[in-house]
C-alpha cells in the first residue's frame, strides 16, 4: 500500500509540473519585437514565464490576439507608486494615515499600472515600495515588476563621506538604483544644489557598490555636473543646451525627459495640489515655462540619435493608470518618431534598468511579458491607449481580446 501512495504521489506530482510547463500559445496579428522589427502573423510559444519560440506556424493557438498589435510590455522607468490623494480629493497630506492605508494606495496604482500595459516600472522611491516589489514578486499581487530606490540623496544628506555611507546603507537594505536630487525642484527654478564633491561621492560609491544612479537635474550646469561626477542617467533635464547633448552622447548617460503626462497632469488636478508646500501659483507658471521650453530640448535632443532617451513619466498621484500619455505627448509634441518612442519604453528602457537580457524584447529566453493594443501605434500613436491584452512573467492579467 506504501508503494502504491508513494507511485500515486510521484505520479501526481508529474502531472503538476507537466500541467505547469504546458506551453502558451499566442497569435499575433502585429509583433512590434521592441528591436524596431515588425512582423505580421506571428505564433508565440511561452513555457513558464518566458518566451521559448517565435514562428510563424499555423494552427490552434491558446489567445488568438490576430486583430492585435503586440509589444513588449512597456517599462515606465519613473514612477511614485506611493503617491496618492487623499479621501477629500487632495494630494496625500493625511497625517492620519495608517500604514495599512499607504500601502493599499501604492496597491492600487500599481493594479491601475499594469492594466494601462506596463509590466515593469521603477519607483523613486518611497521606503513602502520594497514591500510592494517583494509581494508582486511572490505572485501574491497584481502589478508590474518593480525596482526601487527606496529614498534619495540631496545636498542635505550631508557631506562627501556621509553620503558615501548613505548610499552603501541603501544598497544593504535592497534599493535597485540610487536616486538623487542634484537640483531643486522646477517650481524654485530648478537651479543646481549639490557640489562636485558630492555628486562625485555619490555616483562614484554607487559604482563602487553596483548599483545604478538617477539623478534629477535641469539645466546647463546641472546636468553637465551630473554627467561629469559619473552618474548614469538624467530624470528631467527640461532646458540645456547643446553641449549637454553631444556630452550625453558622448558618456553613454540615458535621458529621462517628461514632456506629457507630468505637466498635463498637474494641470488636472491643479486644485488637489495647490497650496501645498512649493506647488503656489508661481509654481505652476514654472512648470508651464518647463513645459515649453521642454519641447524644444526634446526636438533638439532627439537629432542627436546617440543620446540614449528612455520612457519614463514621473507619475504622481492622478497620473498612474494614464502613463501610456507620454507616448502621445512624446510623438505629436516632442516629434519622436513612433517606433522610437516604442524602443525607449521597451529594449532601451530595459537596458537602462540592468535588464536588457530579460525584458524589453520578444524573442526566445526573453521574459513573457506583452502588450497588445487594438490598432497599429506606428501608424496612430493613440492606439496605445487602447489595452486589451497584458501578460507578465508569462500570466496573463488582462484579456479583453473578442
Known amino acids: 500500500m506504501r508503494r502504491g501512495l508513494a507511485a500515486a504521489f510521484v505520479a501526481l506530482a508529474a502531472v503538476t509540473v507537466l500541467a505547469q510547463e504546458a506551453p502558451i500559445t499566442i497569435r499575433a496579428g502585429r509583433l512590434v519585437d521592441g528591436t524596431g522589427a515588425v512582423r505580421e502573423n506571428v505564433r508565440l510559444t511561452i513555457v513558464g514565464s518566458r518566451i521559448a519560440r517565435v514562428d510563424r506556424l499555423r494552427g490552434a493557438v491558446t489567445h488568438d490576439l490576430s486583430d492585435l498589435t503586440v509589444m513588449p510590455g512597456w517599462i515606465d ?39 494601462a500595459g506596463f509590466t515593469t516600472v521603477q519607483s523613486l522611491g518611497s521606503p513602502r515600495d520594497k514591500d510592494l516589489r517583494e509581494a508582486i514578486a511572490r505572485g501574491s499581487l497584481p502589478g508590474p ?34 536616486k538623487v536630487y542634484a537640483s531643486a525642484s522646477i517650481r524654485e527654478g530648478g ?76 494641470t488636472e488636478h491643479k486644485d488637489a495640489f495647490l497650496g501645498q508646500g512649493n506647488y503656489t501659483e508661481e509654481g505652476f507658471a514654472l512648470m508651464e515655462r518647463a513645459r515649453v521650453t521642454g519641447y524644444d530640448t526634446f526636438q533638439r535632443t532627439l537629432r542627436n540619435r546617440d543620446v540614449k532617451v528612455v520612457y519614463g513619466t514621473d507619475a504622481v498621484a492622478g497620473a498612474h493608470g494614464r502613463n501610456a500619455e507620454e507616448f ?75
Not at 479621501?87 to 500599481?110: F, M, W
Not at 538624467?234 to 547633448?245: K, P, Q
Open 145 to 178: 515588476r518593480i525596482l526601487t530606490s527606496l529614498r534619495a540623496v540631496n545636498a542635505r544628506t550631508g557631506t562627501p563621506d556621509e553620503i558615501r555611507v548613505h548610499v552603501r546603507q541603501l544598497a544593504a537594505d535592497g534599493a535597485d538604483v540610487v
Open 191 to 266: 537651479s543646481l544644489l549639490m557640489s562636485e564633491e558630492q555628486l562625485e561621492a555619490v555616483c562614484g560609491e554607487a559604482n563602487a557598490v553596483g548599483l545604478r544612479t538617477v539623478v534629477h537635474a535641469y539645466g546647463t550646469d546641472g546636468v553637465t555636473a551630473t554627467i561629469e561626477a559619473g552618474c548614469g542617467g538624467i530624470e528631467h533635464g527640461a532646458y540645456y543646451d547643446d553641449s549637454v547633448i553631444e556630452l550625453m552622447a558622448e558618456r553613454g548617460t540615458y535621458l529621462d525627459p517628461h514632456i506629457g503626462l507630468l505637466w498635463e497632469n498637474y
Open 328 to 402: 502621445v505627448a512624446r510623438v505629436r509634441y516632442g516629434m519622436q518618431d513612433p517606433m522610437d518612442a516604442i524602443l525607449s519604453a521597451t529594449s532601451r528602457a530595459a537596458e537602462s534598468l540592468g535588464l536588457a537580457d530579460d525584458i524589453g524584447t520578444v524573442g526566445p529566453g526573453f521574459e513573457a511579458d506583452l502588450v497588445a493594443v487594438a490598432g497599429n501605434p506606428i501608424n496612430d500613436i493613440t492606439a496605445v491607449r487602447d489595452v486589451v491584452f497584458v501578460m507578465k512573467g508569462g500570466v496573463v492579467y488582462k484579456n479583453d481580446a473578442p
Open 77 to 115: 522607468t519613473h514612477v511614485h507608486l506611493t503617491a496618492h490623494f487623499d479621501a477629500d480629493g487632495r494630494n496625500h497630506s493625511d497625517q492620519d494615515e495608517s500604514p495599512a492605508q499607504a500601502i493599499l494606495y501604492a496597491v492600487e496604482n500599481a493594479y491601475r499600472t499594469l492594466m
